[in-house]
């Protein structure tokens, strides 16, 4: 089964710098796909940027890019020029390209890390 | 478009008591899940759909059962609740698993069970 570790479960960052999160995980597959969702007070579920596994491009959004690394397993997320609006929780989670067996699409997620921007 | 939409959005119960939570997407999704969200756990697949009449457990099953009757609803049930089922509920939708289709959530059901 994969699993999915967020190991900072508070980071804080100055309005207009820079913060990476970090996320690793664990997976005997060679083909899946990473995400970074967000969760603002409201609760509601952002996805913020997704990552193929057989790219080697590193996604980026706007503020928003990764640090892919295959072969360690890592998959951080930076958030550039911060803004108050990017105060929120952050997860990261994992999804098999194998769309059969026991996977059917489900996410698998990490433990969250609460971002805290401060003005 | 209302994307997915979750019924009720608050609810506090009484151990043993029963509550049905109503997810409904009008996406055309054939993939639905149900998630359990709980401090320092991240987010926990209960059970999944893959289409209209069909239903599968999750990772977190016990104590909760399913219904997908119609296309665009998934229904999860509370037979007799217990205080470790408190915790905040989402559904998400899917058009389908494969390649990197988002799932979508809905608005979270946060439930109390004393």
């Known amino acids: 089964a994969q699993t999915v570790t967020q190991s900072q479960p508070e980071m804080s960052v100055q309005e207009a710098e820079t913060v990476t999160l970090s996320c690793t995980y664990d997976t005997s597959e060679s083909d899946y796909y990473l995400f970074w969702y967000k969760q603002p007070p409201s609760r509601q579920m952002i996805l913020v940027i997704r990552?193929?596994?057989?790219?080697?491009q590193n996604a980026t959004e706007n503020r928003f890019s990764v640090n892919f690394q295959k072969a360690a397993k890592s998959f951080s997320l930076k958030i550039s020029d911060s803004q108050l609006g990017d105060a929120a929780m952050y997860f990261c989670a994992y999804r098999s390209s194998n769309a059969g067996g026991t996977s059917y699409g489900k996410l698998t997620f990490g433990q969250g890390t609460i971002l805290t921007v401060h003005p | 478009n209302a994307g997915v939409t979750q019924t009720p959005k608050f609810r506090v119960l009484k151990t043993g008591q029963s509550m049905t939570l109503l997810c409904a997407q009008d996406m055309n999704h054939e993939y639905m899940y149900w998630y359990r969200q709980d401090p320092g756990m991240g987010l926990r697949l209960i059970h999944y759909?893959?289409?209209?009449?069909?239903?599968a457990k999750g990772e977190v099953p016990d104590g909760y059962n399913v219904s997908r009757l119609k296309k665009q609803n998934f229904l999860l049930g509370l037979e007799s609740a217990a205080p470790s089922q408190t915790s905040v509920y989402f559904c998400a939708s899917s058009y389908s698993p494969r390649s990197s289709y988002e799932q979508y959530f809905g608005p979270g059901t946060r439930l109390t069970v004393t």
């Open positions: 759909s893959v289409g209209e009449g069909t239903t």
């Open positions: 990552q193929e596994a057989y790219k080697q």
